[in-house]
Nanobody, 123 residues
Framework: QVQLVESGGGLVQAGGSLRLSCAAS????????IGWFRQAPGKEREGVSC????????NYADSVKGRFTISRDNAKNTVYLQMNNLKPEDTAVYYC????????????????WGQGTQVTVSS
């Protein structure tokens, strides 16, 4: 059974940083793509970043490019999202999700989801 557990959220001032973690069990990152998504109140869930299996190619939403970095530690079966220069518009619940092999931008194609972690950025 696949389980994803996010951690690292919190309250931070604009310009600050947070690192989110997604600890995975029941799957191997070597064969899985892990995506980070976020959902703000009253808004649709949106893709933030994703890292594919194998070579670990990455992609980012335009709104976070240059500020967020996704990475993984296969030995710990954990994926990270380093978030720098945070802005109030980054405030949302952040979720990690898993699917086989390759990243897509379609949230519905990810079969396993974590419970989410709240990120709040104050101005």
């Amino acid at each position: 059974q696949v389980q994803l557990v996010e951690s690292g959220g919190g309250l931070v001032q604009a310009g600050g940083s947070l690192r989110l973690s997604c600890a995975a069990s029941g799957l191997a990152l070597d064969y899985s793509a892990i995506g980070w998504f976020r959902q703000a109140p009253g808004k649709e869930r949106e893709g933030v970043s994703c890292i594919s299996s194998g070579s670990g190619s990455t992609n980012y939403a335009d709104s976070v490019k240059g500020r967020f970095t996704i990475s993984r530690d296969n030995a710990k079966n954990t994926v990270y999202l380093q978030m720098n220069n945070l802005k109030p518009e980054d405030t949302a619940v952040y979720y990690c999700a898993a699917r086989a092999f390759w990243c897509t931008s379609v949230a519905g194609s990810f079969g396993s989801w974590g419970q989410g972690t709240q990120v709040t950025v104050s101005s």
